[in-house]
């Protein structure tokens, strides 16, 4: 028997890993749609079993979620939230909820206005949002199941009375975040990510430690900007070492986790709350600010050492954390529990 699955994909973001993997599994029946370009209007709900959205989602869901109230309540799809966002700490959402919901009135007068959003509006606040949708959805009582990146981020939100499953970020089944190439590596240290103009907590803690690195002599590459693809593979395969900072002491950073076991970079990260299934001295290295330098510089001084924590990240994600087993996790948690004797080719 096949499930009819309706993967709403992020505009901007189209989740092409998730799709190869759904494409392949012969016991789905999938049409996919852009939700920002209301593809969905001709559709309605209860042609389906199952309604899938992956991403950052930085433009607002309720286009897509008021569409899904449309069916009656008895023939409900589920809705499957896979949020790999960090989203506000509880504590934080609870002082400040109206800003969710301010920013959820701002989306519908703009959709009212038939008005075009600016990039730099849609992500304006956009995690406080997320916040305001799932709380929507509770209160709307549809069908769902939130599955996050985030271990710890699931189990708040599961006191919270969601249905939350963690599901760790996956690799593959393209090369998109990288593999062994077998490069040389000719750079000590190299940091991915942006650096906003205005004092950041990263820039914060980056500067001094800068100084901290050129006293040692040791250089840093930095890529604040269009670092992507093959280009981004090959800089991250001439790296020994990829530094990890954080935008809030409490984000999670799955993404440069899994960039950094792929091409088989060392990752040294300040301390993270919540870097499962990553293990500190097994799969990475975390430790306080004030001891990056150093640690930094003895794993430049001991390659040995260096090399048997990056083999075990690179197994862990190659065999472990693909998307292939990530969705199949996600599926089986919304009830389909067969996938067939062999994937389509």
């Known amino acids: 028997m096949s499930t009819k699955l309706l993967f709403a994909k992020e505009y901007g973001w189209e989740a092409t890993e998730v799709s190869t993997v759904l494409a392949k599994i012969p016991t789905l029946e999938v049409v996919e749609i852009l939700r920002e370009k209301k593809s969905f209007d001709s559709l309605r709900p209860e042609q389906f079993d199952l309604i899938l959205t992956y991403g950052p989602h930085i433009g607002s869901m309720m286009p897509l979620l008021k569409w899904l109230k449309q069916s009656e309540p ?8 896979w949020l790999n966002e960090n989203i506000p700490e509880i504590e934080v959402w609870k002082q ?18 038939t008005l ?18 799932l709380f929507w959805l509770q209160q709307q009582n549809i069908p769902l199941l939130v599955a996050t990146t985030s271990k710890r981020r699931s189990e708040l939100l599961s006191q919270l009375k969601f249905n939350s499953i963690h599901v760790p970020m996956g690799w593959g089944p393209s090369n ?10 000719n750079i000590p240290v190299v940091w991915v990510g942006s650096f906003p103009k205005i004092r950041s907590r990263r820039v914060k803690i980056i500067k001094p430690l ?24 090959e800089v991250l395969n001439r790296a020994k070492i990829l530094l990890n900072l954080l935008r809030h002491p409490l984000d999670y950073t799955g993404h440069r986790l899994i960039l950094g076991a792929a091409n088989k970079a060392l990752l040294v990260s300040e301390i993270m709350v919540d870097p499962m299934p990553f293990e500190s001295e097994k799969h990475m290295i975390q430790v306080p600010v004030e001891q990056l330098a150093e640690k930094i510089a003895y794993y430049l001084k001991h390659e040995e050492e260096r090399k048997k924590i990056v083999d075990a990240a690179y197994d862990l994600v190659m065999n472990e954390l693909t998307m292939e087993n990530a969705v ?15 994937v389509k080719s």
């Open 74 to 81: 008895t023939k409900l799809p589920r809705l499957i939230w």
């Open 96 to 113: 400040t909820k109206f800003i969710g919901q301010l920013r959820m009135f701002f989306d519908q007068y703009i959709e009212d206005q």
């Open 116 to 133: 075009g959003k600016s990039n730099w509006f849609d992500k304006l606040g956009h995690r406080y949002r997320i916040l305001a949708e």
């Open 176 to 185: 998109e975040l990288g593999f062994d190439l077998n490069l040389e590596r």
């Open 210 to 233: 800068l100084k901290e690195l050129e006293k040692r002599n040791i250089q840093v590459e930095l890529y604040t900007k269009n670092l992507t693809g093959q280009h981004r593979t």
């Open 328 to 342: 199949k996790q996600v599926l089986r948690e919304a009830g389909v529990n067969h996938f067939g004797s062999k």
